[in-house]
Structures are given as C-alpha cells and as structure tokens.
C-alpha cells in the first residue's frame, strides 16, 4: 500500500498541480534514507516537465534529463501546501518552488526518492504494468501459465506483473473465482482470461474513486489530503466473517505468500 490505483491517484493529483514546471528553489531532507542522490549533483534549480508510473513506482522527470523515482512502500505520499508553512513531523522530503511547498509524506520511514541519471535499470527489474495496453489476456496467459506458485504469490511478484498488492489481488482473484492458493500453472484458460478482464476493470473502478483508503490513521493513504473512495466497492478485503454477496457464505482468511488473504471459499474452490 499504496497499489497501483493509489499510485496512479497521486500521479495524477501531482501532474495537475501547480508544482509542475516549476524549479525547485530549496531540498530539505528531514530522514536521510527518504532520500538518495545517485546523480551526483544537486537538485535546485531543477523543474518538474512529466510524471510517469510503472507498477507502484512514480517517475518524475526534470528538465535537465534527470528522474525522480518515487517508491512509496507502507504509508508515502504527498502533500501540498503554501510556503512557508510548518513542517508536519512525518515529512521525510520538502520541496519549495515559490509560494509552493510540495512534501515527500510518509510516516513509517520505509519509502524512498532516487534522484538519478537513468531511471532504466529501475524500470527494467519491474514486469508488465497491469494496466498496460500491452498486456493482452494471451500475454497474461502466457505469464502466469508456467510458474509452478500459488496464483497470488505470482501475482504479487512485482518481476512478473508490476502495480499489484494485497488489496486488488484478493479482490481480482474474487472476481475471477480463483482460489488464491491454487497453482498459477493449474489454472484454467478460461479463468485465466476472466482474471485478466477483471483486473482492468477493478483497477479502472478503484482509479475513477481516487483509490483505496483503508482506515482513519496517519499512515493511511490519501492523494494530496483527499481520501480514496473504492473502499465502499470491496468485495473480500477486510471482509472476514462476512457473507459474500454473491453467494452468502461467509468469508474466509488465510495467509498465502506471508500475507492476510481473503477469499470465498463457495466461489473460490480450491479444485
């Protein structure tokens, strides 16, 4: 957390903000491992001209050709306000541009900026975006087909398939009828098929709502101070001993791949 929709909410929020084009006046580094300069050179003076995304990873590109890579592990994401204004003790990286204060929110410490010179070897270790227009239900197919693991654990691999996590893989595999400990070999076309047209369409849903938030903590996920709204939409996750509404058998959790894992075990035979 945050998957892709929350990503891609972000991305979103940032690209139509006012930072954008703007140079960076001032870097402040509150938590030294938030943030890692492998450019060798300094920030300031740099602009914002795009914003791109691979699986959970922002890719913000600058004027000068550089790129910073976004991974926002457990809890980041970003604020923005006016400058100057107070810092927040959970602000790892602030940037300024003008009246601008754009900060780098995270407040369990594990998600990092990279400022670098090539972003390649970076994007190269992450597999397929979900939402890729190149991913076609044979390719999915073809990915999934011969890996000998459990269908969620393949699908949480970020080499195999990138932007996927906890949230929407339980959710995706509920859609599709799959049990997720089920070998990801063993599944049937047909199914894998399914699973490729929900997949868009749960990623697409939980994009147009701005994502997913779970609970009212610090940590939790917001996309420039607004909360995401596919919560409400969620069939399995977080559902435990619940009735499931398409069957009304009650929900089920187990850990697959060291992960709470929900599922229906009506809909979801592990056959």
């Known amino acids: 957390m945050p998957e892709l929709p929350e990503v891609e909410s972000i991305r979103r ?3 139509s903000s006012g930072f954008m084009t703007q140079k960076v006046e001032t870097l402040l580094v509150h938590h030294e491992r938030s943030f890692r300069n492998e450019s060798g050179s300094e920030l300031e003076g740099a602009a914002f001209t795009s914003i791109t995304r691979k699986g959970k990873k922002l890719f913000i590109h600058l004027d000068d050709g550089r790129v910073l890579v976004v991974h926002f592990s457990m809890s980041g994401t970003f604020s923005l306000t006016s400058s100057p204004g107070p810092d927040d003790i959970h602000d790892r990286v602030i940037f300024t541009a003008g009246d601008l204060r754009l900060a780098f929110h995270d407040p369990r410490r594990f998600g990092t900026i990279i400022l670098t010179d090539d972003d390649s070897l970076i994007r190269g270790r992450l597999g397929i975006d979900a939402l890729s227009s190149t991913l076609s239900k044979e390719t999915l197919a073809f990915l999934l087909g011969e890996k000998k693991r459990a269908i969620k654990s393949v699908l949480l691999d970020q080499s195999i398939i990138s932007g996927l996590g906890n949230i929407y893989v339980d ?29 868009r369409r749960i990623l697409m849903a939980s994009i147009s709502l701005g994502g997913t938030s779970l609970g009212d903590g610090e940590s ?5 101070g ?14 435990d001993s619940e009735r499931c509404e398409r069957c009304s058998s009650v929900i089920g959790k187990i850990r697959v791949a060291q992960r709470g894992t929900h599922y229906c075990p009506s809909c979801q035979p592990f056959t």
């Open 13 to 15: 929020f940032l690209s």
């Open 171 to 199: 959710e995706i595999l509920w859609a599709a009828g799959i049990h997720p400990l089920i070998q990801a070999s063993e599944v049937p076309l047909p199914s894998l098929y399914l699973l490729h047209s929900q997949m």
């Open 220 to 224: 939790n996920y917001h996309a420039g």
């Open 226 to 239: 607004v909360r995401g709204g596919y919560y409400p939409y969620l069939k399995v996750f977080d559902r």
